[in-house]
C-alpha cells in the first residue's frame, strides 16, 4: 500500500512508526515490516531505514533481532520513567522545590475547599479518599492519591488554582511514585487524607489547611537524602522498586497529563467517577 505520509528523512520515519507503537497500531511482540518493504513504501534508501530502526531500538520502542526483524518491545518501568523524563525534564528541580510549591497552592485550596464545596464535590473527595486507601497496586494508589488532590483543588472553585495545579502534575506525579512506594511514608500520608476530607466536609478551613500542609510537608522529615536530589533520578529509582513491570508509558504519561491530543488523565476520570 503506499505511503499516504510525506516521510523524508531517518528521523520523519522513526517519529511516524514510533507514534503508531506508541498509539498501539503496532501491539508488542508484532514484527515491523522490513527494511526493504520499509524503504519501498516511503522511498527511502535501506540505510535511512536502518538508522530510522535504530532510532526506535535506542528508545527501546522495538528490539532488532538480526537475521529475524524488528519487533515491537513490551513496555516496562524503566521505559516508561525514561519516556517521562524525555517528556517531562525536570533538571534543577528537587523534591524539596515541589513540596514548598505544593504546600503554597494546596494549603489554600484545602481551606477554600471547606467554605466552598457542593455537595458533589464533597461526595468526590470522600470517593476518591476511600478509593486511595483500597487501592492494591501502586499504580493504582498514584491515580487515586492524585485524583484526591484535584478533587480539593476543583472544589476550591478558583480556576488560577487549578492552573497552577496542572502545571505542577507531571512534577506531582514523579514525586507520588517516591511517597507511595516507600512504606513509612504510604502510612503516615494516607493517614491524613482522611483528616483532610472530614475537615473541609465540615466547613473547617483552618484545620483543613492545617492538616494539609502536615501531610505535604511529610517528606521533609521522611525522604532522607532523597529531599535533594534531582526530581527525575527520585522518580526513576522509585519505579525500579516496584515489585511489577506492568507499569508503562502510557500509564505514566497519563497520570502526568503528557497524553497526545489533551486528552482527559486518570486523574481526571477518577476524580469524575467518585463523583457520579
Not at 18 to 47: C, H, N, V, W
Not at 154 to 178: D, G, H, K, S
Amino acid at each position: 500500500m503506499p505511503a499516504t505520509t510525506q516521510v523524508r528523512s531517518r528521523d520523519d520515519l522513526a517519529t511516524l512508526l514510533g507514534g503508531k507503537i506508541l498509539a498501539g497500531e503496532f501491539q508488542p511482540g508484532t514484527l515491523l515490516p522490513s527494511e526493504r518493504l520499509l524503504a519501498g513504501e516511503y522511498r527511502l534508501s535501506r540505510s535511512m531505514v536502518r538508522e530510522a530502526l535504530r532510532v526506535l531500538d535506542e528508545r527501546r520502542l522495538i528490539d532488532v533481532v538480526p537475521g529475524r526483524g524488528s519487533f515491537v518491545r513490551t513496555a516496562t518501568v524503566d521505559d516508561a520513567v525514561d519516556r517521562m523524563i524525555d517528556i517531562f525534564d525536570h533538571r534543577g528541580v528537587t523534591p524539596r522545590n515541589l513540596i514548598e510549591a505544593r504546600a503554597m497552592i494546596e494549603t489554600t485550596a484545602a481551606g477554600l475547599a471547606a467554605k466552598r464545596a457542593s455537595r458533589h464535590e464533597l461526595a468526590g473527595i470522600a470517593a476518591a479518599c476511600a478509593s486511595c486507601q483500597q487501592a492494591e497496586s501502586v499504580l493504582d494508589r498514584v491515580q487515586w492519591d492524585l485524583a484526591f488532590h484535584l478533587a480539593i483543588v476543583q472544589a476550591a472553585e478558583n480556576p488560577l488554582v487549578q492552573t497552577m495545579f496542572r502545571a505542577l502534575q507531571p512534577y506531582i506525579v514523579e514525586l507520588l511514585f517516591r511517597s507511595l512506594t516507600d512504606d513509612e511514608v504510604t502510612s503516615k500520608g494516607l493517614a491524613f487524607h482522611q483528616r483532610i476530607a472530614d475537615a473541609i466536609e465540615a466547613g473547617q478551613d483552618r484545620v483543613a489547611a492545617s492538616e494539609m500542609r502536615s501531610h505535604l510537608t511529610l517528606g521533609l522529615t521522611l525522604f532522607g537524602s532523597d529531599i535533594d536530589r534531582n526530581l527525575n533520578l527520585v522518580a526513576q529509582d522509585a519505579l525500579k522498586r516496584l515489585a511489577s513491570n506492568k507499569v508503562t508509558i502510557e500509564d505514566v504519561l497519563r497520570l502526568a497529563g503528557g497524553e497526545p491530543g489533551g486528552t482527559a488523565t486518570g486523574a481526571d476520570r477518577g476524580s469524575r467517577e467518585c463523583a457520579e
